[in-house]
């Protein structure tokens, strides 16, 4: 496989799929540009080494073709500043403009095609909308690994078209490479912290980490489906009534394989779901008619960070309670703040999922623990065990 540090850029045409979905504010400013700052490594490798980048990438959902909203063309301002080079764009990703413009580019020079999603082929993984992006460039390069996981055109088709020119961009190497210390390399004791609101998203992913990690932390909304499954009282709790067998299982299996497996004891609940509800302490499994957890409790909260402390490779994926309420973001900030502990006393840690990496962002610990995946899904997928068509698409 191709290493973008290895490879001759030198006048070379790089078509470059990056992840510039970003939000923009109603007057097309963007708000959090963390997506574009984090590719700008990888063009500059691009450019440095005599190459010349073709971007492409998606912005939003548009339902039918082009849409002011969705125009790459918002971003070219901030991109430009970024790379200190004049932006080129062209307003069709396909066509005659967009091959004139890319025939024209010389080494140095950048060209964002315009928001690849304006063609139902792109999602559709359409093979001749795939060759046509494929003439733009000599070398296909991803670098978006957060639409790795997805089958898309110009995510896994394309590459099909550069057997022996495709490679990873910085961010996708980066990605694979700490994703796969975690599964296939972590120093003992390797501790999982699983939260957010719902079992349903994380089965398949406590079952691939089971015969990997020494400890599983459980907290947020997850966890009540736990506890009533074992006939606790939740009151109005988020619970999957579906799913309490599968609870059940699966703590039945970790104490098969010898995983210490923590379930809250205590929680924080309230009376109403908001910031200024009435709140107290409870037990777990005896919270009153009419209340709800919305975080761990401090006895929780004590214990998981002396687990968290000990440990040598940690994942992290999910908040412990609702963080965005000050009121109840109390666990969630005491286990990043153990998280960021550990990482300074030698465990490396890695966070992932959109929730998990907000919590880091808000309490200012981005620095302090050992990475942060951009990719909330693609992510997950590839810890549950699945192959990423991104991924395969430049390994095979």
């Given at each position: 496989?191709?290493?973008?540090?290895?490879?001759?850029?030198?006048?070379?045409?790089?078509?470059?799929?990056?992840?510039?979905?970003?939000?923009?504010?109603?007057?097309?400013?963007?708000?959090?540009?963390?997506?574009?700052?984090?590719?700008?490594?990888?063009?500059?490798?691009?450019?440095?080494?005599?190459?010349?980048?073709?971007?492409?990438?998606?912005?939003?959902?548009?339902?039918?073709?082009?849409?002011?909203?969705?125009?790459?063309?918002?971003?070219?301002?901030?991109?430009?500043?970024k790379l200190g080079v004049d932006v080129k764009f062209a307003d069709d990703c396909i066509g005659e403009q967009a091959k004139n413009l890319s025939a024209a580019l010389k080494p140095g020079e950048v060209l964002l095609l315009e928001n690849l999603r304006f063609y139902k082929e792109e999602t559709k993984g359409d093979v001749e909308f795939a060759r046509q992006l494929s003439e733009l460039g000599d070398v296909y390069m991803n670098d978006a690994f957060g639409t790795a996981h997805r089958a898309h055109a110009s995510t896994a088709v394309i590459a099909q078209f550069f057997p022996e020119n495709k490679l990873f961009g910085y961010i996708m190497e980066n990605e694979v490479?700490?994703?796969?210390?975690?599964?296939?390399?972590?120093?003992?004791?390797?501790?999982?912290?699983?939260?957010?609101?719902?079992?349903?998203?994380?089965?398949?992913?406590?079952?691939?980490?089971?015969?990997?990690?020494?400890?599983?932390?459980?907290?947020?909304?997850?966890?009540?489906?736990?506890?009533?499954?074992?006939?606790?009282?939740?009151?109005?709790?988020?619970?999957?009534?579906?799913?309490?067998?599968?609870?059940?299982?699966?703590?039945?299996?970790?104490?098969?394989?010898?995983?210490?497996?923590?379930?809250?004891?205590?929680?924080?609940?309230?009376?109403?779901?908001?910031?200024?509800?009435?709140?107290?302490?409870?037990?777990?499994?005896?919270?009153?008619?009419?209340?709800?957890?919305?975080?761990?409790?401090?006895?929780?909260?004590?214990?998981?960070?002396?687990?968290?402390?000990?440990?040598?490779?940690?994942?992290?994926?999910?908040?412990?309670?609702?963080?965005?309420?000050?009121?109840?973001?109390?666990?969630?900030?005491?286990?990043?703040?153990?998280?960021?502990?550990?990482?300074?006393?030698?465990?490396?840690?890695?966070?992932?999922?959109?929730?998990?990496?907000?919590?880091?962002?808000?309490?200012?610990?981005?620095?302090?623990?050992?990475?942060?995946?951009?990719?909330?899904?693609?992510?997950?997928?590839?810890?549950?065990?699945?192959?990423?068509?991104?991924?395969?698409?430049?390994?095979?």
């Amino acid at each position: 496989m191709k290493n973008i540090d290895s490879f001759d850029f030198k006048n070379k045409k790089v078509l470059v799929r990056v992840d510039f979905n970003v939000p923009l504010d109603d007057k097309y400013q963007i708000t959090d540009p963390t997506r574009i700052d984090a590719a700008i490594p990888t063009i500059k490798k691009i450019l440095s080494g005599g190459g010349a980048a073709i971007l492409m990438s998606h912005l939003g959902r548009p339902k039918n073709g082009p849409e002011e909203k969705f125009s790459l063309k918002h971003i070219i301002p901030y991109l430009s500043e970024k790379l200190g080079v004049d932006v080129k764009f062209a307003d069709d990703c396909i066509g005659e403009q967009a091959k004139n413009l890319s025939a024209a580019l010389k080494p140095g020079e950048v060209l964002l095609l315009e928001n690849l999603r304006f063609y139902k082929e792109e999602t559709k993984g359409d093979v001749e909308f795939a060759r046509q992006l494929s003439e733009l460039g000599d070398v296909y390069m991803n670098d978006a690994f957060g639409t790795a996981h997805r089958a898309h055109a110009s995510t896994a088709v394309i590459a099909q078209f550069f057997p022996e020119n495709k490679l990873f961009g910085y961010i996708m190497e980066n990605e694979v490479k700490n994703i796969d210390k975690v599964l296939h390399d972590a120093k003992k004791p390797f501790t999982a912290i699983l939260g957010g609101a719902k079992v349903s998203g994380k089965i398949e992913i406590i079952n691939n980490l089971l015969d990997k990690v020494d400890n599983l932390l459980i907290g947020g909304g997850m966890m009540f489906t736990f506890i009533k499954a074992y006939g606790g009282k939740v009151g109005k709790s988020l619970i999957e009534d579906d799913l309490l067998e599968l609870a059940k299982t699966t703590v039945k299996k970790a104490k098969e394989m010898g995983v210490a497996l923590y379930i809250p004891t205590d929680t924080v609940i309230a009376d109403d779901f908001n910031n200024d509800a009435n709140r107290k302490e409870s037990p777990v499994n005896s919270i009153p008619d009419g209340w709800m957890g919305l975080d761990i409790g401090p006895k929780t909260v004590k214990k998981f960070s002396e687990v968290i402390e000990k440990s040598k490779t940690i994942l992290w994926n999910g908040p412990m309670g609702v963080f965005e309420m000050d009121n109840f973001a109390a666990g969630t900030k005491a286990v990043a703040e153990a998280v960021a502990k550990a990482t300074a006393n030698g465990a490396f840690s890695l966070i992932g999922g959109g929730d998990s990496v907000a919590a880091i962002n808000k309490y200012n610990l981005k620095d302090k623990v050992s990475y942060v995946s951009t990719g909330g899904g693609a992510m997950l997928e590839y810890i549950e065990g699945k192959e990423l068509p991104g991924v395969k698409a430049i390994k095979e």
